[in-house]
């Protein structure tokens, strides 16, 4: 069967299903990008429900898809923690660092994130327990409201129990709380966790950031770096060499490189992989064959049908391997090309 039975045989499919076809229809950037904006809880809901979504048929496409259109007519976008947003969407867009440097310009007298209490939000209480320990009942209480409640049950069964009722009896008459009391409980966390877990490195550059300089390097340097690296570290190099070698890295190709390319990949191939992109990301394809093999390819692409991701994504792989094959060779060039002109 497909998804929830097939929504009990031709019924209507529930909204966190709806929500996780959507999930699997987006890329993996776009996906993240919206899984990065939910609350712990929805995060669990969404990827069980992820985990637990069977064949993906027709019907439950359509009903999410119109569910999103339904939906999106009659919200509008709120401005609460709009500088929230932009950060995060800038995280996502250029990582960590270069997004911190961007929002300190943009918006220099926001909060920055990271705040210990944030990242106890996203702890299980396994973690939590020993990073309280011995603390006094209205610290715990001030931080368990703070919590989500199956996350705040777990570390509040945890506590021993004679502390259990004081610490609920002071959750239930809290009240307001003294911005001083919770920057004491934020300097205890994070004296708690660096206690517990050390002081966490800034995680900085990758084979993803290591491709994208050599990329935009001339061709003179690839030729003497990736040598090299692979002869120190075989995997490394192939994971640098496959962040250099994207698909979407053919989209720059000059109409004369494209040809070439094009007269290594076969047509079942070529029209798989096109399936998978918009319309108008083809167009660079298409500018490097005749007028009428490009409107053969168009019919074929139409008349091919639904076809799965897989398919797709191997077909592309395919022809970024040739890429690579004719790079190698020289015959098309990538990044700022050779260093000498005659």
């Known amino acids: 069967m ?25 890329d993996d950037d776009h996906a993240a990008a919206l899984l990065a904006q939910l609350e712990p809880a929805e995060l669990r809901l969404l990827g069980a429900k992820m985990c637990e979504i069977g064949e993906i048929d027709a019907d439950a496409i359509t009903q999410a898809l119109q569910s999103f259109v339904d939906n999106a007519a009659q919200v509008t976008i709120g401005a609460n923690d709009r500088v929230g947003q932009v950060r995060q969407l800038m995280t996502h867009a250029v990582g960590d660092i270069k997004a911190d440097n961007l929002m300190q310009r943009i918006a220099p007298d926001a909060p920055r994130p990271g705040s210990s209490l944030e990242l106890a939000r996203w702890l ?144 079942d191939t070529l029209i798989a992989a096109l399936k998978g992109i918009a319309a108008d990301q083809r167009e660079c394809f298409f500018r490097a064959m005749s007028s009428r093999a490009a409107e053969g390819v168009r019919d074929e692409i139409d008349a091919r049908g639904r076809m799965k991701m897989a398919e797709v994504v191997e077909a592309q792989k395919a022809v970024v391997t040739a890429a690579r094959r004719l790079a190698a060779e020289g015959t098309i060039v990538f990044g700022a090309g050779d260093d000498d002109y005659v």
């Open 2 to 26: 497909t998804t929830e039975a097939q929504a009990q045989a031709g019924g209507e499919i529930s909204g966190p299903t709806r929500a996780a076809v959507m999930m699997m229809l987006l």
């Open 124 to 267: 299980t209480p396994h973690a939590l327990v020993p990073l309280v320990q011995g603390e006094h009942p209205q610290a715990l209480a001030v931080l368990l409201v703070q919590l989500d409640p199956e996350v705040a049950a777990g570390v509040l069964h945890a506590l021993p129990d004679a502390l259990q009722p004081q610490v609920v009896q002071r959750i239930a008459t809290l009240g307001p709380v003294a911005p001083e009391a919770i920057a004491m409980l934020e300097d205890l966390l994070a004296q708690r966790i660096t206690e517990c877990h050390g002081s966490a490195a800034l995680t900085m550059g990758g084979p993803r950031e290591a491709a994208d300089i050599i990329n935009a390097s001339v061709r003179a340097v690839e030729k003497r770096v990736m040598p090299e690296i692979a002869r120190a570290d075989k995997q490394l190099a192939k994971a640098i060499e496959n962040e250099m070698f994207k698909f979407e890295h053919l989209f720059v190709l000059d109409e004369k490189s494209m040809g070439s390319l094009l007269r290594e990949v076969d047509s």
